[in-house]
């Protein structure tokens, strides 16, 4: 008979995958989400912005929440919020509803990503403390893998709403058990107000950002609004910084920066998780609508990547202690940067099949991912004393998740830019009537998923030709996109080139605080 400890650990092993699968299920789901509401391509980035806009933002202050209220109580409080959003999500009438709903998801994942570990590592001690974790790292690599291709089944034989309510008795189970078994725990050592003043002015600062890049392809990066927003962006995040200076209990701890290895390490995570996000959100939207492909196929395209993440999890677990963290942070990001390329080709592959084409660049990217992913845990985890490694942990986490919002928002604008220089030339030169051309330029704010068969004073004998111009401009755009992602991944590599031994730079800093004794 399970313990109530073994039990918990199911709580909290379900409550993750809840965010797991819904972060890998709706790319998947966006080409049929964008179809039903006729949405644009800003529309459909702002669907995955917002859930990852509260949750960068968020995540430090949920962790310190749970630390000093009580974790059951936080925990369970996300499971809750994040569970109605899912419902709000599924029912949603208009995109504008759907995006606020994925914006109050994002709140309830902020509360409860960070309580699930800390649960754990209340809940267990010593060698079981390590076993528990291992258990929920292989449980959460599983229902990342299953994600992708339970949520294309489910869109292609039920409905994009489905890939949100499937939630429901996931939270039921966890309000279950967790009721029933979980104890209460909370850190005494955690004292004073919490930092919502770095909170807000984060949440506010990235907004400003994302909303300044998300309007550019529609209303052209010199427009007011544009500027203005971007502008106020990075002044409230230059704000944010001079705040988490001064406050006594700050969300953001940025003494850990001093700290060259670890400055540099949360760099590289910012340019790699960048790149890979991206390439997350645009694969979907090639393979389903360019290329013609089920929701079910795309999502088991992306199969290769959580597979060989999880099979290389423990042999690169070791490369740290075997070879120092300098090597594996160099060669993974490359080896990612060359899938990456590997995918832009992938992209232009019609007639092919993906296991000649896509399929290997995925498990490229896949086996830079797994030569990196521990290494750069590890090489976080050294550069920083015992005692900040869980806010180190932390950081780095909003930081990854950062990454993603913003690569989509600029990388979107490249998306636009290149899309329309390419697709109107085209469409010029197919000599259509005013009334089809006027439909036409509304139509390409979705880009791939323009609905041509919805214009009719388009000649019939113009449709095949209008939408094959489409479809071409788009897949050259998507490999633009995946060149400068590749280029991003590069970045990351030359990145972990630059980084020391940590133990040269734990001398340095010894020998630079002995002279100052002195």
Known sequence: MPSAKQWTLVATIVASSMTFIDGTVVNVALPALQKSFGATITEVQWVIEAYTLFLAALLLVGGSIGDQLGRKRVFL??????????????????????????????????????????????????????????????????????????????????????????????????????????????????????????????????????????QWPTLGGSHPLVIGSLVLGLVLLWMLIVVERRVANPMLNLELFRSRTFALAN???????????????????????????????????????????????????????RVGHRLPLTVGPAAAALGIGLVAFAGGARGRSLWTTLIPAIGVIALGMAITVAPLTTTLMNAVESAHSGVASGINNAVSRVAGLVAIAVFGVVLSQSFQSRVMPRLDRLSLPPAADAAIAGELRKMAGADVDSIPSLPNERRVAVREAIDISFDSAFRIVMAWLAALAVGAALVGAAMVDQSGEIRRTSTRALMEVR
């Open 267 to 321: 760099v590289l995570t910012l340019f790699l998780y960048g790149a890979l996000a991206m390439m997350m959100f645009l694969v979907p939207l090639e393979l389903i609508e360019v290329r013609g492909y089920s929701a079910t196929v795309a999502g088991a395209a992306m199969l290769p990547f959580p597979i060989i993440l999880f099979a290389l999890s423990r042999w690169s677990g070791g490369l740290v202690s």
């Open 77 to 214: 409080g996300g499971v809750i919020v994040f569970t109605l959003a899912s419902v709000l999500c599924g029912l949603a009438p208009t995109p504008t509803i759907l995006i606020a709903a994925r914006a109050v998801q994002g709140i309830g994942a902020a509360f409860l990503v960070p309580g699930s570990l800390a649960i754990i590592a209340a809940t267990f001690d010593g060698e079981a403390r390590g076993r528990a974790i291992g258990t929920w790292s292989g449980f959460s690599a599983i229902t990342t893998a299953i994600g992708p291709v339970a949520g294309g089944w489910l869109v292609e034989h039920a409905s994009w709403r489905a890939a949100f309510f499937i939630n429901v008795p996931l939270a039921a189970i966890v309000l279950l058990l967790s009721l029933r078994y979980m104890q209460e725990t909370r850190d005494t050592t955690r004292a004073g107000a919490l930092d919502w003043t770095g909170a807000a002015l984060t949440v506010l600062g990235l907004s400003g950002i994302v909303y300044g890049l998300l």
